[in-house]
């Protein structure tokens, strides 16, 4: 079993409809990382948390240490949203490692 | 600008020639990683750096070597690369936070293949 999973693997949704991808873990964190792959692409990084939410623009993300879940949430989602979502953690032995999970593709269809 | 770059970008070789994918970057980050990216395999770290001189292996370490005598530079090195090293890869730096390294910019990407 992965340390990192996620789900769903991929996703089809129509523009304007909320997204909502799951991330959940199995080891002990200091920090869970949300990154963004557009097809073709370079990785860049959306979110770093440790708790709570964290919102940027329609971009909002929430993890539950208690649980070991996080779930990244798209609202009014948009074809230029299309790109594949990565969930990474650090553990705690904090050496600047990541452990991803598998990845969830995201297609918004106008 | 705040950076990773990688060299080449694209690179078709064959089995057993030496080659080398060049990262720099500009942020004067300590810690820096190499990883490969597989279909239905996800990101996989394969050697990491958490300062000069100081690198580790990673996940899949093996056909690959490193070095880091600039704090800015991590070569990746395949001394006699064979086609299972056909991949995307991706460098990365970060620096340490209060609680855990900060997030980590990554390079655009060079894509390698071994025939």
């Known amino acids: 079993k992965n340390e990192v999973e996620q789900s769903p693997q991929n996703l089809t949704a129509q523009e304007g409809e909320f997204i909502t991808i799951n991330c959940s873990y199995s080891?002990?964190?200091?920090?869970l990382h949300w990154l963004q792959q557009h097809p073709g692409g370079g990785i860049v990084s959306l979110f770093m948390?440790?708790?709570g939410k964290k919102k940027h623009g329609r971009l909002i993300a929430t993890i539950n240490i208690q649980e070991k879940h996080s779930s990244l949430h798209i609202t009014a989602s948009h074809p230029r949203d299309s790109a594949v979502y990565i969930c990474a953690v650090s553990p705690q032995s904090n050496t600047g490692k990541l452990i991803f999970g598998q990845g969830t593709t995201l297609q918004v269809k106008p | 600008e705040a950076q990773v770059t990688q060299n080449p970008r694209y690179l078709i070789t064959v089995t057993g020639k030496k080659l080398t994918v060049t990262c720099s970057q500009n942020m004067n980050h300590e810690y820096m990683s190499w990883y490969r990216q597989d279909p239905g395999l996800g990101l996989r770290q394969i050697y990491y750096s958490m300062n000069v001189e100081v690198t580790d292996k990673g996940d899949v370490p093996e056909g690959y070597k490193v070095s880091r005598k600039e704090k800015r530079n991590f070569p990746l090195i395949l001394e006699s690369p064979s086609p299972n090293q056909t991949s995307l890869y991706f460098c990365?730096?970060?620096?340490?936070?209060?609680?855990?390294?900060?997030?980590?910019?990554f390079g655009p990407g060079t894509r390698l293949t071994v025939l």
């Open positions: 990365a730096s970060s620096s340490p936070g209060l609680l855990s390294y900060n997030e980590q910019f």
């Open positions: 948390l440790s708790s």
């Open positions: 080891v002990g964190i200091s920090a």
